[in-house]
């Protein structure tokens, strides 16, 4: 049986779980799995991948035992998410990774000083609670 996508993410960031809280509200599906990069789910599965879970400069969406960093994951985990953010998400991976590498980079290394930092990773709705590991 194959696992479900997991959604790594910086469980600290405002603007991380402010996007988490997008996809699962507009991944009506529930295929998307969701765990902070402070996780110990994320030191048991990342270096697997070839990832540092303590490297909290990208979200990671591991799929089929493959990691995507950065702007790849976001989109890639975008393409799970119903309306118009499915399509819009394929249709963003037009514009080369290294433009969209730049881009996340700059929002990554500012998301605390723009969005601030919350003191302790976030806790999920009930209904949401199956949907973290």
């Known amino acids: 049986m194959p696992t479900p996508p997991i ?4 469980g600290v960031c ?3 779980n402010g996007a988490v809280q997008v996809y699962l509200t507009r991944d009506t599906e529930a295929k998307l799995r969701f765990a902070s990069l402070q996780s110990d789910i994320a030191r048991e599965l990342l270096p697997q991948a070839g990832v ?3 490297d909290m400069s990208s979200l990671v969406l591991l799929e089929n035992g493959k990691a995507y960093l950065r702007s790849e994951g976001a989109l890639r985990a ?3 998410l119903s309306g118009f953010w499915g399509p819009l998400s394929k249709m963003l991976r037009i514009f080369p990774v290294r433009l969209r590498d730049f881009v996340y ?7 605390y000083r723009w969005f601030g930092k919350a003191d302790v990773c976030m ?3 009930p ?3 199956e ?3």
Do not use: H, Q, T, V
């Not at 959604?7 to 910086?10: M, P, Q, S, V």
């Not at 980079?105 to 998301?111: C, H, L, P, S």
């Open 7 to 10: 959604l790594f993410f910086d």
């Open 14 to 16: 405002n603007l991380c």
């Open 52 to 54: 540092d879970p303590d």
């Open 78 to 80: 975008g393409s799970y």
């Open 105 to 111: 980079r700059i929002i990554a290394r500012n998301r």
């Open 123 to 125: 806790m999920p709705r």
């Open 127 to 129: 209904e949401w609670k």
């Open 131 to 133: 949907r973290f590991l």
